[in-house]
């Protein structure tokens, strides 16, 4: 287990700690304030353990009943206190951050354990992501100025006969249906072409900040780094453990800046596995892939062979950005 690991696992612990004190600590504040209701649960607790033992030991029929009709009374007297109150059952609960794991860093699947979505996301943003999808926080659906692009049509300039806001507003509808239907099989990927400064990397990190809401993990990579990063770990170079795996394993890979890696066999060989790889959706999981570049469809035909560019074409919704370059108009 790696060092990064075993001081997040340190930091769940501290984090159910604190979560079950604070349970604890409502629970003794409430029934400071109303004692009747920790009479009731210890009464239900040792009628409870009454009849466990009659069914065990002397099982009667007539006084299991009697116990059970006295157990109802006190539950419905519990509810009474508490709906007079406006106390559900949700406040005897611990206020875990993760409720898959309760705070654990692990959810059990069968008769193993495995790293919870939660704590691999936070591994992925230690490790993998650092600083580039920080901005999570503003860059959301929320904050989408279709304002920001021009309404005018110029066929000649942007070979298109719609308008640049009339096509951020088809690729804002795209983006939307690939987070509702993150799961499907039949979702496409994204391909995301333009020049910088219109907003593909904004959109991108929206659609990351929905999907991490649901609980998938993402994680954002250069082409540049993602693919140096793989050939280290193929010479056992690299000091980021799993790196291989995760790339190929996480539920949404966002490759930025395709194009601007410099490309030998070996990377050639990479990004064709990569992608390919995640295209397949190994054992049942589901993977979806986000790239993003400047160059042009045309361009991306000519850099890069048969099998890798059929991939695009055929597995990617790809949206071409076109506008004046928005951060100005911020």
Do not use: W
């Not at 209701?37 to 040792?46: A, D, F, P, V």
């Not at 992608?275 to 790239?291: P, V």
């Amino acid at each position: 287990m790696n060092s990064t690991l075993k001081s997040l696992l340190k930091e769940y612990e501290q984090k159910r700690l604190f979560a079950l004190t604070d349970l604890d600590n409502r629970v003794r504040l409430l029934y400071s304030s109303t004692p009747r209701l920790e009479e009731l649960e210890n009464e239900l607790n040792s009628y409870a353990l009454k009849v466990a033992k009659s069914i065990l030991l002397e099982p009667n029929n007539d006084y299991i009943s009697d116990l059970q009709k006295k157990i109802e009374d006190l539950k419905k007297e519990k509810a009474d206190i508490l709906s007079k109150l406006n106390i559900d059952d949700s406040f005897f609960l611990p206020n875990f951050e993760c409720s898959e794991c309760k705070d654990t860093g692990y959810v059990q699947n069968g008769i193993q354990f495995n790293l919870c979505s939660c704590i691999k996301q936070k591994l992925f943003d230690i490790e993998y992501n650092k600083s580039n999808i920080c901005n999570l926080k503003n860059d959301n659906f929320q904050n989408f100025k279709f304002d920001l692009y021009s309404d005018i049509v110029n066929e000649d300039t942007y070979s298109s006969n719609i308008s640049p806001r009339e096509n951020i507003r088809n690729i804002y509808e795209i983006a939307m249906s690939f987070v509702k239907n993150f799961d499907s099989y039949t979702e496409k990927n994204l391909l995301f072409l333009g020049n910088t400064g219109l907003g593909k990397t904004f959109l991108s990190n929206c659609i990351a900040n929905e999907i991490l809401k649901s609980g998938y993990t993402v994680l954002y990579q250069t082409a540049p780094v993602m693919l140096d990063t793989i050939i280290d770990y193929r010479f056992n170079k690299s000091s980021v453990s799993n790196i291989y795996e995760n790339i190929l394993d996480v539920d949404l890979l966002i490759i930025d800046d395709l194009g601007t890696e410099c490309l030998n066999s070996m990377k050639f060989s990479e990004l064709f596995n990569v992608i390919n790889t995640r295209l397949l959706n190994q054992n049942n999981h589901i993977t979806k892939t986000i790239i993003s570049t400047n160059l042009s469809l045309e361009d991306l035909s000519k850099k890069y062979d048969e099998r890798i560019f059929s991939r695009f074409v055929g597995y990617y919704n790809i949206c071409r950005f076109f506008g004046d370059d928005i951060r100005f108009k911020k």
